[in-house]
């Protein structure tokens, strides 16, 4: 796979989940909201922020994908035992690890845009933006939560890509050697999707709960704060919405990945069958 179809599979993905999914990520915001549910808007402006995800989910997914493709290229040229090859899980977590920190320099951003107006703070993400570039610290205040979201992103996809390749090589090896279908693909990815999500729950509450204060906070005293008012069960706060979106958004993000590397490398006539390969 060279660098073009890992953009454009990646864009293609990023666009598609958070455009189709958008309403299900403002109930689940609004319901990590410190104010609650029905105070951040109810059911009401479900469409609101959503200038943010289309200017975002572009960029932010291309950026995760080559990084964690080129990684997984990296690895499998540099390995001394099977163990930490290209196809390894240890492989795949570094690799997207990696990758999620690189797609946070643009994720960061447009999420505490999106959430601020999705929460009713702002009508649009526009205003949402205007309002932090009147303000002191801009870039502070672009990228609160980032210690949060990394916190929330990494251990999601250690659990949810290496479970997504482990599926697709046992898929892989039933069918001698040929890869996998974009539909095989997205049933792997909503079942990786869907366990990350429950386990990663209480650190999205934080993130969420970080990028809507108006003052900057630690997590530590997010935490205690969070307890002192609400107890542990906040934390599990939108664990439905959360667990339900990303586990369509996993069908729909994987699956329409597979489906634009699988029609780039027919319309190349490449062999992909080796699917860590990455041309430099």
């Known amino acids: 796979m060279d660098y073009s179809t890992a953009l454009l599979a990646g864009a293609v993905a990023g666009t598609s989940v958070d455009l189709s999914l958008f309403p299900l990520d403002t109930l689940k915001t609004r319901l990590q909201a410190g104010p609650g549910f029905w105070a951040s808007g109810g059911f009401s402006g479900i469409y609101r922020g959503v200038g943010s995800a289309v200017v975002g989910s572009a960029p932010g997914a291309a950026l995760f994908f080559v990084t964690y493709e080129s990684v997984k290229h990296a690895l499998g040229h540099n390995t001394n035992g099977p163990s930490f090859g290209s196809g390894s899980a240890y492989t795949h977590m570094l690799a997207a690890s990696l990758g999620e920190i690189a797609a946070c320099a643009v994720r960061v951003p447009t999420e505490v845009v999106k959430q601020r107006a999705q929460a009713g703070q702002f009508a649009s993400s526009a205003q949402a933006l205007a309002a932090i570039l009147r303000g002191p610290s801009v870039f502070s205040n672009l990228y609160r939560g980032w210690g949060a979201t990394?916190?929330?992103?990494?251990?999601?996809?250690?659990?949810?890509?290496?479970?997504?390749?482990?599926?697709?090589?046992?898929?892989?090896?039933?069918?001698?050697?040929?890869?996998?279908?974009?539909?095989?693909?997205?049933?792997?990815?909503?079942?990786?999707?869907?366990?990350?999500?429950?386990?990663?729950?209480?650190?999205?509450?934080?993130?969420?709960?970080?990028?809507?204060?108006?003052?900057?906070?630690?997590?530590?005293?997010?935490?205690?704060?969070?307890?002192?008012?609400?107890?542990?069960?906040?934390?599990?706060?939108?664990?439905?919405?959360?667990?339900?979106?990303?586990?369509?958004?996993?069908?729909?993000?994987l699956g329409s990945y597979q489906w634009v590397v699988n029609f780039v490398g027919t319309r190349h006539g490449s062999n992909s069958d080796d699917k860590s390969r990455i041309d430099l």
């Open 150 to 253: 990394i916190l929330r992103e990494v251990p999601f996809t250690v659990v949810q890509f290496p479970l997504w390749e482990a599926m697709k090589a046992w898929r892989r090896g039933t069918k001698n050697g040929q890869e996998v279908s974009a539909f095989e693909s997205a049933a792997f990815g909503s079942l990786a999707g869907g366990i990350a999500a429950a386990a990663t729950t209480p650190l999205d509450v934080l993130k969420t709960r970080i990028m809507l204060s108006t003052e900057r906070q630690s997590l530590a005293t997010m935490v205690r704060s969070i307890m002192a008012e609400q107890g542990a069960s906040a934390f599990f706060a939108g664990l439905g919405p959360r667990v339900t979106w990303i586990s369509i958004g996993g069908a729909i993000f």
